[in-house]
Structures are given as structure tokens and as C-alpha cells.
């Protein structure tokens, strides 16, 4: 069994491509543009829905073909695996990345997919990774998209030699290493202690799996993204822009190693590029999703329920938009949601709802001072008393933006005076704190509900999971 990590993660790095030659000339950009391969990617069936979000396949191929050879000549004319499989989500409002890994060693159930000889393969459960080895970029996003429910809108793909031209382009990676390492099959040895490595170096430390941590693909993902988040911290903080030579080195070898979807077009990479150019590390995190022992098979996982599917549906929830302002008229007051009263009634007949909605907004701050019910309605609607005409819109928006799926516009009607507490014995207003004054807003929630927007798309119960610019690549 072939074991070399094909690092289709580091192909994250065309989303910082895209970020930095939005500040080059057109000329130049269309000559690295001409580096870029590019294959056409087909899924058939039904797909899930568009939600504004950008969802990026990232993955990596073990070919040994060309430049490869030497990772294993006998492998060549084998076609190509993928032992890494990344969906980079980045948020509507390009302000948030998650950087979701899946196991190889995951057993799902993978789809009816279209194989690149014509035929077709049938549904059956199967190691995760499969759907790449047997129908490609195709079969790999169907069956992500039928476990997760998440539309995919493009696929990028990179490989070993391509990989370590990055690094190399960045001038390397420093590294820390708790134990000395010797790892023939990776490529990598070297010492205990800090490090900066490129090339071979680069790619086997992040190739290695028994020779570091717990031997599990699970502790290797998780080293992964930490060296994910420096090569992202190198490029966008570490002086790399203001640099042309380095810069420009960067770029082409950056541009030289991926193959992305013929729908990464010209158009649509300016498109991305201007709408990301303000990311920077720090809004990476990195999450696996949560996994437990296969029963079948020890040396397998399995997604873990309720945990992923929760998770997942974070994800699919993350559709915020910041509207700006209409040309000509002045910028909504910004309010915060610890400011604003509400009132939470139910119009939808079903039992306790109101008391639901009432714990997701108080989770997230607003001070609900009343839950009830309403005579049915099909629609939910947020009110605003006639007298808080100059301050309703702007304390009605901040409840607005927290549903998702859509927004209700803040309306001006009748609130019926609601005085006695009946949510949980609380008070408008922290204890000791200022007396709230601005006007109650009046949530009705209709048979038509688009539920509240998560605050993150990563659960208090993964937080401990994450990886980001903070964790300790010592550890």
C-alpha cells in the first residue's frame, strides 16, 4: 500500500495567489493565468444549494509521472491517489476561512459515480479517498457534497514537486521538532529542535505519519494545517508583497503547481481575488471533522454522529452578507445585540419554539425580556414601535442579521406592550450595568422561520479542535 501524503492541502495557497495578484498589473496576471492547468470537472445528479460561501476542493495527487518519478517509479502508469481531502470554506462575506480536513481512512458511503473510462461505478461504502482514486475530482465532490449537503464551487489540485517550489519560492518553513526523526520512506530526517526547511524537507515533514506524534492520519492533519497556517502567515505578514523578485517567484511557482477547474477562469479568479484580498492568516482555522472508530475495522473512522452532520449544517448556515448602504442614503446605525430588548412571540403553532429562538439569541448576547405566543401567521416579521420611528430600524437590523438564509426588514406596527419578564426570571440588562432605553424589538416567528445564523461555523464542542496562528507548532 502506497503511503505518501499527496498534500492536496497546501493547494490552498491559489487562494492567496488570487488574493495577491489582484495587486498586479493585468499584463502580468494574464501571464501567470497561462500557467495554470486547468481539467473540466462534471458532477451529474442533483447538488446542493448556492448560499453566497466559497467552497474550494483541495486536494493533491501521488502521480509519479514527469517530475514525480522519483517518489516511486514502479508507481508510474498506476494513475494517481489522493491520501488528503481539504474543503476550504470561505465565508460570504470573505471575512472567515475554515479549513475542513477529511481522513483518508474515513468509511462513508460514496455515490453512483461516472468513472473516466466511460463506465460507472455503483453506490457502496468505501474508504473516503477511493472516490478520488476511481472518478477523480468528479466522484470526490459528489461524495462530499452527499455526506455534507454543501455546494462545492470549484476544485484545485497540486503535487509533490509543485509543492515544494512553494515552499522554496517562500524562502522555507520554520519547523519544530519535539524528538529526532528518521523516516526513510517520507524523505525526512533530521534532528530535535527548530528548524526552516524547504523542498525535500518541507515535503516530508508533512509526509511522515509513524515517525511523528501518534502515528495516526489524524495527528499528521493536524500537523498539516499548523504548517498550512505559517505558509499562509509567511505570504500574507512576512514581507513577501512587498518584495517583486520574491513576490514574483512565489506567484509563478504557486501558478505552475496546481490544475484547477475549468470554471476557475480568468473572470471568476479576478472575481474571487478582489473579493478576498483582505485575508489574511489569522481568519484561518483549521478543524477534522469528528470521527470515531469504524466497528468493522479499528484501523478505519468513521464520521461521528450527531457531531458531523451538526457541524456540517454550521456550515451550511454560514451565509451572513453585510449590506452596504443604498447610494445616497446615510449608513445604518450599528448596534450592538448586548443593546437591544427583545421580545420573541410564537405564530407558529408549534409547542416551545418561542422559548428555542429565545436561548439562540440570548446565546448570542440580545437581552430577551419576554417569550408568548401570537395567532398564526405565515410569515415572520420584526417590529418596531410608531414612537422609536428615528432609532427601530437600526436595533430591528441587529436582530435581523442574525437569521438565516434571508433577512427580514425591520417594519413599523403595532407592539403590544409586553412589561412582565417571562423569559427565565431575567432583567433587561446586565446587573450593575446601564439601564437599557432604546426601543424593544418584537421578533414573530412565522410558519415561514429561517432559523438563527450561527456565530461560527466551528461548535463549542470542536473548539478545542482547532488549529490556528496561535497553536503551538512545539507541541
Request: proline share 6%; aromatic share 6%.
Amino acid at each position: 500500500m502506497r503511503r505518501l501524503t499527496p498534500l492536496g492541502w497546501v493547494s490552498v495557497v491559489l487562494t492567496v495567489v488570487l488574493v495577491v495578484v489582484s495587486l498586479s498589473g493585468y499584463g502580468y496576471y494574464r501571464s501567470l493565468d497561462s500557467l495554470i492547468k486547468r481539467k473540466e470537472i462534471v458532477v451529474s445528479g442533483e447538488r446542493p444549494r448556492e448560499t453566497g460561501a466559497l467552497n474550494v476542493l483541495l486536494v493533491g495527487s501521488d502521480s509519479r509521472e514527469g517530475d514525480n518519478k522519483k517518489y516511486g517509479a514502479l508507481s508510474q502508469g498506476l494513475g494517481e491517489r489522493t491520501d488528503t481531502i481539504l474543503l476550504l470554506h470561505i465565508s460570504p462575506d470573505r471575512d472567515k476561512v475554515t479549513m475542513i480536513s477529511f481522513p483518508r481512512d474515513s468509511m462513508v458511503l460514496i455515490p453512483e459515480c461516472d468513472l473516466p473510462n466511460g463506465t460507472v461505478k455503483p453506490a457502496g461504502v468505501g474508504q473516503i479517498n477511493s472516490a478520488f482514486n476511481d472518478g477523480g475530482e468528479s466522484c470526490t465532490i459528489k461524495t462530499l457534497e452527499s455526506l455534507t449537503d454543501i455546494r462545492i464551487n470549484h476544485s484545485v489540485k497540486v503535487d509533490f514537486t509543485g509543492f515544494k517550489g512553494i515552499i522554496d519560492a517562500i524562502g522555507g518553513i520554520e519547523i519544530c521538532l519535539p524528538k529526532a526523526v528518521n523516516d526513510p520512506k517520507a524523505k525526512f530526517v533530521l534532528g530535535p529542535g527548530k528548524h526552516v526547511v524547504k523542498g525535500e524537507q518541507a515535503l516530508g515533514y508533512v509526509r511522515t505519519r509513524y515517525a511523528l506524534g501518534d502515528g495516526s492520519d489524524l495527528s499528521r492533519i493536524q500537523r498539516q494545517q499548523v504548517f498550512l497556517t505559517k505558509v499562509l502567515e509567511k505570504v500574507t505578514d512576512g514581507g513577501l508583497l512587498t518584495n517583486p523578485g520574491k513576490l514574483d517567484a512565489f506567484l509563478r511557482a504557486a501558478a505552475g503547481a496546481v490544475t484547477v477547474d475549468t470554471g476557475l477562469s480568468f473572470g471568476r479568479q479576478l472575481e474571487i481575488a478582489n473579493s478576498v484580498r483582505g485575508l489574511t492568516a489569522k481568519e484561518l482555522k483549521g478543524i477534522t471533522v469528528p470521527t470515531e472508530p469504524y466497528p468493522a475495522d479499528k484501523n478505519r473512522v468513521q464520521f461521528r454522529q450527531p457531531a458531523a452532520n451538526d457541524f456540517f449544517a454550521r456550515v451550511r448556515d454560514d451565509v451572513e452578507v453585510t449590506v452596504a448602504a443604498s447610494p445616497g442614503t446615510a449608513p445604518v446605525q450599528k448596534v450592538k445585540n448586548e443593546q437591544v430588548r427583545v421580545q420573541v412571540l410564537n405564530a407558529t403553532g408549534e409547542v416551545g419554539k418561542a422559548t428555542t429562538v429565545a436561548d439562540e439569541l440570548a446565546a448570542q448576547g440580545f437581552v430577551v425580556t419576554h417569550v408568548g405566543n401570537a395567532a398564526p401567521a405565515a410569515a415572520t416579521s420584526i417590529r418596531f414601535a410608531k414612537k422609536d420611528a428615528a432609532t427601530g430600524p437600526a436595533y430591528g437590523e441587529a436582530v435581523a442579521a442574525r437569521l438565516s438564509k434571508d433577512k427580514r426588514t425591520p417594519v413599523m406596527g403595532k407592539v403590544k406592550p409586553l412589561t412582565t419578564d417571562t423569559y427565565k426570571g431575567k432583567t433587561a440588562g446586565k446587573p450593575g450595568g446601564p439601564r437599557l432605553t432604546g426601543p424593544v424589538i418584537q421578533l414573530v416567528i412565522g410558519a415561514d422561520w429561517p432559523g438563527v445564523r450561527v456565530l461560527s461555523t466551528i461548535p463549542d464542542s470542536l473548539k478545542d479542535k482547532v488549529v490556528d496562528t496561535t497553536t503551538n507548532p512545539c507541541l
